[in-house]
């Protein structure tokens, strides 16, 4: 079985800054997806980024980045220009063959104006 | 185009009382998925099913039925609720897996 690892609970940023949230998993596949889903207070869950496992090329999805390190099984997020609407729990998930979605505990962000 | 709906947003139930919470989504998803989510937790899976007919166990099936007649639907039962099945219970669909899961608007419960 797969698993996800945050290991930081929480992070705070100031406004307009940049910000790194962590994530490794534990994976022996070699065909996999990986995602960052955002849930607000209004806890909806948000599809942020995506990534490919066989791309070696980071994904970008605005002001957010991924650094994906397959051999390390790291799978970070960069917000770049922070704003306040990005504070929220920040979920890395690993997608497997099957389409089965597992989960990490989650990263609360704060975000300070 | 109503994506994922569950029902109810929230409810009360009493130890030992059952319920179904109900799932129906409307793009023709293959995939669909229900987890819970307790405080300071991420998502965990318990159940899920990749067509019409088909399901399986996740992380924490215990104390929770599924079946899928349609590809719309897929009601999550709860036999007979405990105090710990008390959490916010999400519904997913997926396409593809390019494409990630769509997410309904979850169902706050508490077992009492």
């Known amino acids: 079985a797969q698993t996800v690892t945050q290991s930081q609970p929480e992070m705070s940023v100031q406004e307009a800054e940049t910000v790194t949230l962590s994530c490794t998993y534990d994976t022996s596949e070699s065909d996999y997806y990986l995602f960052w889903y955002k849930q607000p207070p209004s806890r909806q869950m948000i599809l942020v980024i995506r990534?490919?496992?066989?791309?070696?090329q980071n994904a970008t999805e605005n002001r957010f980045s991924v650094n994906f390190q397959k051999a390390a099984k790291s799978f970070s997020l960069k917000i770049s220009d922070s704003q306040l609407g990005d504070a929220a729990m920040y979920f890395c998930?690993?997608?497997?063959?099957?389409?089965?979605?597992?989960f990490g505990g989650g990263t609360r962000l704060m975000v300070k104006p | 185009n109503a994506g994922v709906t569950q029902t109810p947003k929230f409810q009360v139930l009493k130890t030992g009382q059952s319920m179904t919470l109900q799932c129906a989504q409307d793009?023709?998803?293959?995939?669909m998925s229900w987890y819970r989510q307790d405080p300071g937790m991420g998502l965990r899976l318990i159940h899920y099913s990749v067509g019409a007919g088909i399901t399986d166990q996740g992380e924490v099936p215990n104390g929770y039925n599924v079946s899928r007649s349609t590809t719309e639907d897929f009601p999550l039962r709860l036999l007979s609720a405990a105090p710990s099945q008390t959490s916010v219970y999400f519904c997913?669909?997926?396409?593809?897996?390019?494409?990630?899961?769509?997410f309904g608007s979850g169902t706050r419960l508490t077992v009492v």
């Open positions: 990534q490919e496992a066989y791309k070696q």
């Open positions: 997913a669909s997926s396409y593809r897996r390019v494409y990630g899961y769509t």
């Open positions: 793009m023709n998803h293959e995939y």
């Open positions: 998930a690993y997608n497997n063959a099957g389409n089965m979605l597992t």
